[in-house]
């Protein structure tokens, strides 16, 4: 049975960092994309970001790009997300997702419960 599980997030105060932890279990990885993604309360779910666990290859979105990256250690089946910099519009439940890296596939097959990060003013 496949598991991601997130840990790390906390309050913050703005300009502040933190790193997010992703666990992943139940079946190797390798061929897998995985992503972080955020959700607000009352906002739609945001794609934060997203490495390839075979090649390492990245990717962010403008309102992310500079302040977060994303790694994994294959070694421990996890993934990070370092946020620096961070600001109170940041404040989110963050969601570690995985999906096959296969061209024609964007759907996120697993999902974390999430963990909560806040970001003071």
């Known amino acids: 049975q496949v598991q991601l599980v997130e840990s790390g997030g906390g309050l913050v105060q703005a300009g502040g960092s933190l790193r997010l932890s992703c666990a992943a279990s139940?079946?190797?990885?390798?061929?897998?994309?995985m992503g972080w993604f955020r959700q607000a309360p009352g906002k739609e779910r945001e794609f934060v970001a997203r490495?390839?666990?075979?090649?390492?290859?990245?990717y962010y979105p403008d309102s992310v790009k500079g302040r977060f990256t994303i790694s994994r250690d294959n070694a421990k089946n996890t993934v990070y997300l370092q946020m620096n910099s961070l600001k109170p519009e940041d404040t989110a439940v963050y969601y570690c997702?995985?999906?096959?890296?296969?061209?024609?596939?964007?759907?996120?097959?697993?999902w974390g419960q999430g963990t909560q990060v806040t970001v003071s003013s």
């Open positions: 139940g079946r190797t990885f390798s061929g897998y994309t």
């Open positions: 997702a995985a999906r096959p890296s296969r061209v024609g596939v964007s759907t996120y097959s697993y």
């Open positions: 490495i390839s666990w075979t090649s390492g290859n990245t």
